[in-house]
């Protein structure tokens, strides 16, 4: 095999390898921008607009952007919440399912995420979250409110529990499991030194 050759499967194989993590890379660039987009309010956009000439940014995706932000230190999560949970939600973060209690309201608030996406880790590692272990949900108006891991388990993929209702202020989440025949639940409650 001539030198020439050699060079260039080497530099193929390479590129083979690198790809999927420039990709990773750039939507959780994607990701963080969504998550920054939250953090400016609307006397930012006024100063930003009035320093740029009076002419605002417009991102149009981000337009439909994030609701919020989870984070959960524990497992090194820190994704962009956004509304609804089809295809295009859980490629950009976390989905808040709209039938279930709004985010830091009332109620079950109930948020999906994918378990092994090339977009990224999302809630691939949820299943080895410990309980008592904190969970953090920020809203657009930057209030947060914290909760405390009180349950886990795998249920069937149908399993009305995950949105049941609630009188309290919880949080559920959930992914995949067992290569998408069942779901993994984690159920939250909210921690009691909250700061509105």
């Known amino acids: 095999m001539s030198k020439k050759r ?67 230190e524990s497992l090194n999560i820190r994704y962009p919440i956004f509304e609804s949970a089809g295809a295009e939600q859980l490629n950009m973060g976390i989905g808040h399912l709209p039938e279930t209690a709004g985010l830091l309201q009332k109620g079950n608030c109930v948020l999906a995420g994918h378990n092994g996406s090339r977009r990224g880790t999302f809630f691939t590692n949820l299943s080895s979250i410990a309980i008592g272990a904190e969970v953090k949900v920020t809203d657009k108006e930057m209030v947060t409110h914290t909760y405390i891991v009180e349950d886990t388990g795998v249920v069937g993929p149908y399993d009305v529990s995950v949105r049941a209702e609630s009188d309290e202020e919880r949080l559920t989440l959930f992914t995949c499991a067992y290569h998408g025949t069942q779901r993994f639940v984690c159920r939250c409650i909210l921690a009691t030194d909250n700061n509105e």
């Open 6 to 72: 050699i060079v260039t499967l080497i530099v193929l194989g390479i590129a083979i390898v690198a790809v999927p993590f420039l990709l990773r890379f750039l939507d959780r660039k994607q990701a963080e921008d969504y998550i920054n987009q939250i953090g400016v309010t609307e006397d930012e956009e006024d100063e930003e607009s009035e320093a740029s000439g009076g002419k605002k940014k417009t991102a149009p995706e981000l337009s439909k952007g994030a609701i919020g932000i989870i984070e959960i």
